[in-house]
Antibody, heavy 125, light 107 residues
Framework: QVQLVESGGGLVEPGGSLRLSCAASGFTFSDYYFSWIRQAPGKGLEWVSYINSGGSTIYYADSVKGRFTISRDNAEKSLYLQINSLRAEDTAVYYC??????????????????WGKGTTVTVSS | DIQMTQSPSTLSASVGDRVTITCRASQGISSWLAWYQQKPGEAPRPLIYDASNLQGGVPSRFSGSGTGTEFTLTISNLQPQDFAIYYCQQYDSFPWTFGQGTKVEIK
């Protein structure tokens, strides 16, 4: 079945780094674009980053630009988020989500249709 | 950035009610709007895309409408499993942005 499974979260000190992974199964990975979305404890949803199928188009939220790097490995069917210079305000559950890409959709606007269950990042000394 | 504003923030309703949540965009986003449902401790569940299209497996008591800057999510015949937080999200332009959420609670 269609599944996204995040991993790599944990407790890290301010200034530290983590690499989050999102393993996909049950669909043609390269047909989809992906995003990372996070949710701080007790707060709403915040979009973090986006990558298209080939990795040629990437966007970041201003709050993470210069510190986070999104990437993907189509052969491994995996999405990644390298997060550096972590701050307390980066503490959140991080979700990956897929969006049907241009091979599957006639419009150049992409909605998210499947989300993973999330991985928790806690930044604290 | 496009700001998304939902109203109300909290909605009290009973099983069987018809409820409507409104989402307003700070500028026109055509129909590039999605709705999500989130229950405590769970990931968001996609409900609607392109303002009015139901995601697969979503019950027909959920419906969405609107275009431009004003959108609504309607739940007819509210069921016990529908008590949750609902978010709208625009994907017209980056950064993608979410509304602050509307909590549907039991009256």
């Amino acid at each position: 079945q269609v599944q996204l499974v995040e991993s790599g979260g944990g407790l890290v000190e301010p200034g530290g780094s983590l690499r989050l992974s999102c393993a996909a199964s049950g669909f043609t990975f390269s047909d989809y674009y992906f995003s990372w979305i996070r949710q701080a404890p007790g707060k709403g949803l915040e979009w973090v980053s986006y990558i298209n199928s080939g990795g040629s188009t990437i966007y970041y939220a201003d709050s993470v630009k210069g510190r986070f790097t999104i990437s993907r490995d189509n052969a491994e069917k995996s999405l990644y988020l390298q997060i550096n210079s972590l701050r307390a305000e980066d503490t959140a559950v991080y979700y990956c989500a897929r969006a049907p890409g241009s091979a599957l959709r006639n419009y150049y606007y992409y909605y998210m249709d499947v989300w993973g269950k999330g991985t928790t990042v806690t930044v604290s000394s | 950035d496009i700001q998304m504003t939902q109203s109300p923030s909290t909605l009290s309703a009973s099983v069987g009610d018809r409820v409507t949540i409104t989402c307003r965009a700070s500028q026109g986003i055509s129909s590039w709007l999605a709705w999500y449902q989130q229950k405590p401790g769970e990931a968001p569940r996609p409900l609607i895309y392109d303002a009015s299209n139901l995601q697969g497996g979503v019950p027909s008591r959920f419906s969405g409408s609107g275009t431009g800057t004003e959108f609504t999510l309607t739940i007819s015949n509210l069921q016990p499993q529908d008590f949750a937080i609902y978010y709208c999200q625009q994907y017209d332009s980056f950064p993608w942005t979410f509304g602050q959420g509307t909590k549907v609670e039991i009256k």
